[in-house]
């Protein structure tokens, strides 16, 4: 009962729709992002997921200077609103120029720095709605074990749906549900506007920064934020579309776009297996860190070794292992940084937590290419799956 009592208050359970709506539809055009550049790029696709994730980084570090002094409602809702919009754009650029690669190029970043805003603007709108401790981890517990299902589903259903429609489509109904979603945050009351004073472009990076350096946790965390996002982006995100699409298998009469789907779908069901704890302990966070990196390097062992028969299986359990360990990180730092308190410092430690993450994953998914055709796609996996378990060893010693 402690988890769903968070839907009896009206304004948490509509922002809790909301989130639910458009993180499913942006797993479905998260999606057709990423197998379309396999598919236009080849092994160069992860420079698409640079461009995005550069333009989050851009957007995390510099968007606080305009946005945070503003309602956290009304920066969640026009980043929705454009989020919905320039997801078409690659729809659009086909039917233009024959080619969807430009549009992918526009929605990529137009997706990415409303991503920016709204991550932010969602912690400052979580803090001023449940202020004190235990509706604020309960609402976490469900907001973000709500997001797993979501993302479950929104992984999952390309694989069924790239049976009947091509995957450009994908990006329609993508705009739909993320539409959807801005309806329902129009719905919320305003907020309180955070008081901040004036600063330099980067005051909510810098602050926030200052604010993790005075907290040890935070800190470590951040530091374990970095492995983990360099490890999604090589162990879950582009590395098995690459083993996927090298070894071309039909399974179970399902194209390997969506056997790709079925892959994000198990992880997925991992991160419900990770949901069980409302404020998971530092034991938790870090074992469960260790295991997202286990599951990359099995993922890498079987691109190597496994036979066709046994592939799909084989990489459906990594994935599931890689999304059970993945939840509790992202759970213990939500609560601890929900917990600073002023909407406005709440906002400030959100983007300093995105400026580290996607700089990683920035930086992962521009040295791919080299790395794979240096050493090889499974390689990659491993090495990166491997830096995760030693990276959780240390934080765990640290903070035991």
Same mark, same amino acid.
């Given at each position: ?98 080619? *969807?690669?430009?549009? #992918? ?5 137009? =997706?990415? %720095? &409303?991503? $920016?805003? /709204?991550?932010? @603007? +969602? ?42 429609? *091509?995957?450009?489509? #994908? ?5 739909? =549900?993320? %539409? &959807?979603? $801005?309806? /329902?945050?129009? @719905? +919320? ?212």
């Amino acid at each position: 009962m402690r988890l769903i009592a968070p839907l009896s208050h009206k304004p948490l359970a509509t922002l809790w729709a909301a989130l639910v709506i458009a993180e499913f539809g942006a797993q479905i055009g998260n999606f057709a992002l990423v197998w379309i550049s396999v598919e236009q790029l080849g092994d160069n696709a992860s420079y698409m997921q640079s461009l995005q994730y550069g333009a989050v980084l851009l957007g995390a570090a510099f968007g606080g200077y305009l946005l945070d002094a503003r309602d956290p409602r009304g920066v969640l809702l026009g980043a929705l609103l454009i989020r919905g919009v320039v997801g078409l754009c690659p729809i659009l650029a086909a039917w233009v120029f024959g080619s *969807p690669l430009a549009g #992918l190029a526009v929605a990529a970043i137009g =997706l990415a %720095l &409303a991503q $920016a805003q /709204a991550e932010p @603007a +969602m912690q400052a709108s979580m803090a001023a709605l449940a202020v004190d401790r235990t509706r604020r981890e309960a609402a976490n517990a469900l907001i973000y074990g709500s997001l797993r299902v979501a993302r479950l589903c929104g992984r999952a259903a390309p694989g069924l749906l790239t049976v009947f429609v *091509p995957v450009l489509a #994908l990006f329609g109904l993508n705009a739909a =549900l993320i %539409l &959807a979603a $801005a309806l /329902a945050v129009a @719905a +919320m009351p305003r907020g309180p506007r955070p008081e901040i004073g004036a600063g330099t472009p980067m005051r909510g990076v810098v602050a926030g920064l200052r604010a993790m350096a005075a907290d040890r946790e935070l800190g470590v965390l951040m530091v374990t934020t970095a492995f983990s996002f360099v490890a999604w982006v090589l162990c879950v995100s582009i590395g098995p579309a690459l083993i996927v699409h090298e070894r071309g298998l039909t399974w179970l009469g399902i194209p390997p776009a969506g056997g790709y789907g079925l892959l994000l779908g198990a992880y997925g069901v991992g991160n419900l297996f990770g949901s069980v704890a409302v404020s998971p302990s530092v034991r938790v966070v870090f074992v469960g860190q260790a295991a997202l990196g286990a599951g990359g390097v099995m993922a890498a062992l079987v691109g190597l070794y496994a036979d066709d028969r046994s592939f799909m299986p084989l990489m459906l359990l990594a994935m599931l292992v890689c999304g059970a360990g993945a939840v509790g990180h992202d759970l213990r730092q939500a609560n601890l940084i929900q917990a600073a308190g002023h909407p406005g410092v709440v906002s400030a430690l959100a983007r300093a937590r995105m400026v580290i993450g996607w700089s990683s994953m920035c930086g992962a998914s521009l040295a791919a290419p080299g790395l794979v055709t240096a050493f090889g796609v499974e390689a990659c996996v491993a090495m990166a799956g491997a830096a995760l378990m030693a990276a959780s060893l240390w934080a765990y010693l640290k903070l035991r």
